[in-house]
């Protein structure tokens, strides 16, 4: 035989094998309970939704099965060895529900809570749908953990938005305007931090104290370039508000252009720790750690030192500030530096502990400004404060709302608090007219 020959026997022996592991995957031999799509011998480009119900090893005859989709509503009964099977009319996304009243007696769902799974036949011709029968195996934690957790994750999501909110809050509180680029310049330490760490294999320490000075530089450059021309022309601030969401807009398709929109991994290998009911990460605790030493810092420089001082003194009254020979274009430029830098750090800190992507700061913008809200504009502490009150909201509401409402929660809360409380829970009362 010649080599060609041979070739293609071994293609032949290869392509058999496959097509044999293959079969044995679609069909394993089960000994637990589940249901599986049977093979059916389907007319060439009909669409077909189906499976086996079994229980215990043995089908289970009887059970109804409600198809829903687009112009279709069907009812599918299981056979003798617990096979059902329905042609579906077009390609589309079909619910199927399941009958628990057709259920055997003493027989239930494994999840009693799901009566109700998607069969997806846009792609192939033919889709399983899963409903496992038998004993409950879900594992139930007690409210008491259930609260411990829940508190944990909020002191950690707290605690990430403080060292972004502090950012706006001395921005406002130096130049009167409410940046929504903001959320980008969380993206940008996110994803930078990804790219020295992971694309430039740097060490985690030297990655995140390059991006904490670009994020620095691109809070000067910001100034520099559109910020101080614009306050120099005395454009208003409903103006320069304007021009902040376009910023936003662009800077977020740059990041779009330059990283693609796929999520980066950040975290690399998780070490699992485990604190009584909390499960968590060596990385979320130095997370925490490190945002609760910049929050000192940041409070220590406000307070302690003469930059800081005179940081809060231009916040408090500009002009008196100035009149009192302070430099209050030096201090702003400085505050949009230290501004850019605690922003890239919590970016980073973020895309450590949730992966970066181009979308990282727009999805937590809305809950920066209701933390700085909250506190009271202005203020760093009350960003602090409200940022904490924020974070505990949104985990602790997971509790009773469905989880795609926590961040909903957040925002109830704010309008609430500002209500009783139009300044803020730090804010200070100021008189208009």
Do not use: C
Not at 277 to 296: E, Q
Not at 390 to 417: C, N, Q, R, T
């Amino acid at each position: 035989m010649t080599r060609i020959g041979l070739l293609f026997a071994a293609a032949a022996v290869l392509f058999t094998a496959l097509i044999s592991g293959t079969s044995a995957f679609a069909s394993p031999a089960s000994n637990h309970h589940q249901a599986t799509l049977h093979s059916v011998d389907a007319v060439p480009g009909q669409l077909i939704v189906g499976g086996t119900v079994k229980n215990d090893g043995k089908g289970v005859a009887g059970i109804k099965l409600h198809v829903t989709g687009p112009n279709f509503d069907k009812v599918a009964t299981t056979d003798a060895d617990g096979k059902w099977q329905i042609v579906v009319p077009t390609k589309a996304k079909y619910k199927v529900a399941i009958d628990l009243t057709s259920l055997p007696k003493g027989v239930g769902l494994r999840d009693p809570s799901v009566t109700e799974r998607e069969a997806d036949v846009t792609v192939t011709d033919t889709a399983g749908v899963l409903f496992p029968l038998g004993k409950d195996t879900r594992v139930i934690q007690p409210f008491g953990d259930q609260l411990i957790v829940r508190l944990f994750a909020g002191l950690n999501l707290g605690l990430l938005l403080a060292v972004a909110a502090i950012g706006i809050s001395l921005i406002f509180g130096t130049t009167g305007l409410n940046n929504f680029a903001h959320g980008e310049m969380v993206s940008f330490g996110a994803l930078f931090g990804w790219l020295f760490a992971v694309v430039f294999n740097l060490p985690l320490v030297i990655a995140g104290i390059i991006t904490i000075i670009a994020s620095a530089a691109f809070g000067y450059l910001q100034d520099a370039v559109l910020w101080k021309p614009l306050r120099k022309r005395r454009v208003g601030l409903n103006q320069m508000m304007i021009v902040s969401i376009g910023l936003s807009i662009v800077v977020r398709y740059v990041l779009l252009i330059f990283f693609s929109g796929d999520t980066k991994v950040l975290s690399g290998v998780f070490q699992a720790v485990k604190i009584g009911p909390i499960d968590t990460t060596v990385t979320s605790l130095w997370s925490m750690g490190l945002a609760v030493v910049t929050l000192a810092a940041v409070a220590l420089f406000l307070t302690r030192t003469r930059l800081g001082k005179a940081t809060r003194a231009v916040s408090d009254n500009s002009s008196l500030a100035a009149a009192s020979g302070i430099d209050v274009e030096g201090i702003i430029r400085i505050v949009w530096v230290v501004a850019g830098g605690l922003t890239g750090l919590s970016g980073l800190l973020y895309g450590l502990q949730f992966q970066a992507s181009w979308l990282t700061g727009s999805q937590i913008l809305l809950l920066l400004f209701a933390a700085v809200t909250l506190g009271g504009l202005g203020t760093a502490l009350g960003a602090t404060v409200g940022a904490l009150i924020i974070g505990f909201v949104v985990e602790l509401s997971s509790l009773i709302l469905p989880v795609d409402l926590k961040y909903a929660a957040a925002l109830i809360i704010l309008i609430v608090v500002l209500l009783v409380r139009p300044q803020g829970v730090l804010g200070k009362k100021q008189r208009i007219g």
